[in-house]
């Protein structure tokens, strides 16, 4: 039963991230933002290092591109309520369907891993192609990447930032207002504190400790390391640990806001006429 | 013309009426690019790169309070308003569509300029940044020319938005990084060996990129007016086409909109 909900509504969400426009327009849509993206970074590794390294641009660039994974789920789940309680006026009955709503969440947050996962392709032959032309290499050999590591940390990483989703979703459960701030913040937050561009070492010592408590700082580490042809064990078990703590939280989190919701009658509350 | 600045002004008294009543959208306005701010000054850091760049990504940073601004409270307005069913209302009235977004312009241009001196200001407070102004004079000609102009371009993309239905946040969502990447919010752009002249051509057709460039020559590189002349000519021309081109554009949209029924259609 999950898996059909959780099927059916990675039917759904790839229906209604990708059906507002033409097939044409969607794919230069989920290519060129992600694309801009990370030549933007490109750039400022160009501009602001006087002698090139190798090292740290493919750092900041890998950080970059699987950086599209968080950033699409996170904001895509952080719209989901709203969406489906007064844009489409889904919710009630996706509500009515027995123990469906925590399954749904969980295939729109696949269905956005799928539309990330182009993103991230195209994003890392093209950039890299790009800024091999400038000298900057990737250092990237498909031979010698440790595949297993590397599949191990997208499974991990998709998990967890699906879980990182829900507690967006159960705080939009309770509110109608913050849907679009919420996510804007955290998927700020998480670039600023998750050694995206630059490693955390870099922040001051108490926030330094905190970027080590998301999922995200150590699924970019373990990504490295495994498009690097190595294997660390501190960033799997690491990685293992903060999306198990992110999963109860977020379980937590959304019984309690589900809970709540249906005791304050707010399910299909909407804001809009 | 008296109906018309009434118009304008009960549209701009919702836009700053709305920083009080929902003040933790404005804070979010102001933490939210000081998040991208930071990680990108810190990155510049980790390269040692020249300190004047820092400056420039918090510059940057406050002009894109008013690109979103543009994209977000302007172009997507009239989306917005028909979701909310406001645009009904807007339409049956007997006032002039041009004053409504006047009025949204300014309301917008008022506390976004708000909050984009608070990103600076916050800017410099956390990070190594020193700005200083030799030609008072050029920026208040640059930023008045910069804002009119970004303003055009949210008027005209609103007057474009009118005929969108779902498509108009994706459509927005678009113009964010690639818009960035051309405008050099993070990087300058015209002084850039790594991009091509013809880029940088079709950059400048975007208000954002000549405002960042003329308002960091001037406040971080100790420009005079004449270091920004050409910015002051290319802004001034994006004026006289956007401005009048949204007017136009109003009109024809709003016609097409009514033909063709999809003003008042939601869920599209």
């Given at each position: 039963?999950?898996?059909?909900?959780?099927?059916?509504?990675?039917?759904?969400?790839?229906?209604?991230?990708?059906?507002?426009?033409?097939?044409?327009?969607?794919?230069?849509?989920?290519?060129?933002?992600?694309?801009?993206?990370?030549?933007?970074?490109?750039?400022?590794?160009?501009?602001?290092?006087?002698?090139?390294?190798?090292?740290?641009?493919?750092?900041?660039?890998?950080?970059?591109?699987?950086?599209?994974?968080?950033?699409?789920?996170?904001?895509?789940?952080?719209?989901?309520?709203?969406?489906?309680?007064?844009?489409?006026?889904?919710?009630?009955?996706?509500?009515?369907?027995?123990?469906?709503?925590?399954?749904?969440?969980?295939?729109?947050?696949?269905?956005?891993?799928?539309?990330?996962?182009?993103?991230?392709?195209?994003?890392?032959?093209?950039?890299?192609?790009?800024?091999?032309?400038?000298?900057?290499?990737?250092?990237?050999?498909?031979?010698?990447?440790?595949?297993?590591?590397?599949?191990?940390?997208?499974?991990?990483?998709?998990?967890?930032?699906?879980?990182?989703?829900?507690?967006?979703?159960?705080?939009?459960?309770?509110?109608?207002?913050?849907?679009?701030?919420?996510?804007?913040?955290?998927?700020?937050?998480?670039?600023?504190?998750?050694?995206?561009?630059?490693?955390?070492?870099?922040?001051?010592?108490?926030?330094?400790?905190?970027?080590?408590?998301?999922?995200?700082?150590?699924?970019?580490?373990?990504?490295?390391?495994?498009?690097?042809?190595?294997?660390?064990?501190?960033?799997?078990?690491?990685?293992?640990?903060?999306?198990?703590?992110?999963?109860?939280?977020?379980?937590?989190?959304?019984?309690?806001?589900?809970?709540?919701?249906?005791?304050?009658?707010?399910?299909?509350?909407?804001?809009?006429? | 013309?008296?109906?018309?600045?009434?118009?304008?002004?009960?549209?701009?008294?919702?836009?700053?009426?709305?920083?009080?009543?929902?003040?933790?959208?404005?804070?979010?306005?102001?933490?939210?690019?000081?998040?991208?701010?930071?990680?990108?000054?810190?990155?510049?850091?980790?390269?040692?790169?020249?300190?004047?760049?820092?400056?420039?990504?918090?510059?940057?940073?406050?002009?894109?309070?008013?690109?979103?601004?543009?994209?977000?409270?302007?172009?997507?307005?009239?989306?917005?308003?028909?979701?909310?069913?406001?645009?009904?209302?807007?339409?049956?009235?007997?006032?002039?569509?041009?004053?409504?977004?006047?009025?949204?312009?300014?309301?917008?241009?008022?506390?976004?300029?708000?909050?984009?001196?608070?990103?600076?200001?916050?800017?410099?407070?956390l990070f190594p940044i020193q700005l200083s102004?030799?030609?008072?004079?050029?920026?208040?000609?640059?930023?008045?020319?910069?804002?009119?102009?970004?303003?055009?371009?949210?008027?005209?993309?609103?007057?474009?938005?009118?005929?969108?239905?779902?498509?108009?946040?994706?459509?927005?969502?678009?113009?964010?990084?690639?818009?960035?990447?051309?405008?050099?919010?993070?990087?300058?752009?015209?002084?850039?060996?790594?991009?091509?002249?013809?880029?940088?051509?079709?950059?400048?057709?975007?208000?954002?990129?000549?405002?960042?460039?003329?308002?960091?020559?001037?406040?971080?590189?100790?420009?005079?007016?004449?270091?920004?002349?050409?910015?002051i000519i290319g802004l001034s021309i994006l004026?006289?086409?956007?401005?009048?081109?949204?007017?136009?554009?109003?009109?024809?949209?709003?016609?097409?909109?009514?033909?063709?029924?999809?003003?008042?259609?939601?869920w599209q």
């Amino acid at each position: 039963m999950a898996m059909r909900i959780i099927k059916e509504s990675i039917w759904i969400g790839w229906k209604i991230e990708s059906n507002w426009t033409d097939p044409f327009i969607f794919f230069s849509y989920i290519i060129v933002k992600p694309l801009a993206y990370v030549i933007i970074i490109g750039l400022i590794f160009l501009i602001g290092s006087e002698v090139v390294n190798n090292e740290y641009f493919s750092y900041s660039f890998i950080g970059a591109v699987f950086f599209i994974y968080p950033l699409t789920m996170i904001i895509s789940l952080g719209y989901l309520i709203h969406e489906d309680r007064a844009k489409y006026e889904v919710l009630k009955n996706i509500y009515i369907a027995p123990n469906a709503i925590k399954f749904y969440i969980i295939g729109r947050a696949l269905a956005s891993a799928i539309n990330a996962s182009v993103s991230v392709i195209i994003s890392i032959v093209v950039g890299g192609f790009i800024f091999s032309n400038f000298g900057l290499g990737l250092d990237l050999e498909l031979d010698i990447i440790n595949y297993l590591l590397l599949i191990i940390s997208l499974i991990l990483g998709i998990v967890a930032f699906s879980f990182m989703g829900m507690i967006l979703t159960s705080i939009n459960l309770l509110t109608n207002k913050l849907q679009f701030s919420l996510s804007e913040y955290s998927s700020g937050i998480l670039f600023l504190f998750s050694g995206v561009v630059f490693p955390p070492t870099m922040l001051p010592e108490p926030l330094y400790l905190f970027s080590y408590s998301f999922p995200t700082t150590h699924f970019l580490e373990l990504v490295r390391v495994s498009l690097n042809g190595s294997f660390a064990l501190s960033p799997l078990i690491n990685m293992i640990i903060t999306t198990s703590i992110t999963i109860v939280i977020s379980i937590m989190l959304f019984n309690h806001a589900d809970n709540r919701a249906r005791e304050l009658g707010i399910i299909d509350r909407k804001a809009e006429y | 013309m008296i109906n018309d600045l009434r118009v304008v002004y009960a549209r701009a008294y919702v836009r700053l009426k709305g920083l009080i009543r929902e003040p933790h959208w404005s804070i979010a306005e102001v933490i939210i690019p000081l998040l991208s701010i930071s990680a990108y000054i810190y990155m510049y850091e980790a390269m040692n790169a020249a300190d004047h760049l820092l400056a420039f990504v918090a510059i940057g940073g406050a002009m894109l309070a008013f690109w979103s601004n543009v994209l977000w409270g302007m172009s997507s307005q009239f989306y917005w308003e028909k979701e909310t069913g406001n645009l009904t209302q807007y339409m049956v009235a007997p006032i002039s569509r041009m004053a409504i977004l006047v009025g949204m312009a300014i309301g917008g241009m008022l506390n976004t300029t708000l909050r984009a001196c608070s990103i600076i200001f916050i800017g410099m407070l956390l990070f190594p940044i020193q700005l200083s102004l030799i030609d008072p004079f050029a920026l208040v000609i640059i930023f008045i020319l910069s804002i009119s102009a970004l303003y055009g371009l949210g008027m005209l993309f609103a007057s474009l938005f009118l005929l969108y239905g779902r498509e108009a946040s994706h459509i927005a969502d678009l113009l964010q990084e690639p818009i960035f990447l051309l405008s050099g919010l993070y990087y300058p752009i015209f002084n850039n060996r790594f991009i091509p002249d013809i880029v940088k051509m079709a950059a400048s057709i975007i208000p954002l990129t000549l405002a960042i460039d003329g308002l960091r020559i001037l406040l971080v590189l100790n420009g005079r007016f004449e270091d920004v002349t050409m910015h002051i000519i290319g802004l001034s021309i994006l004026v006289a086409i956007l401005l009048p081109l949204a007017r136009k554009a109003l009109h024809k949209l709003e016609e097409i909109s009514k033909k063709e029924g999809r003003l008042t259609l939601r869920w599209q």
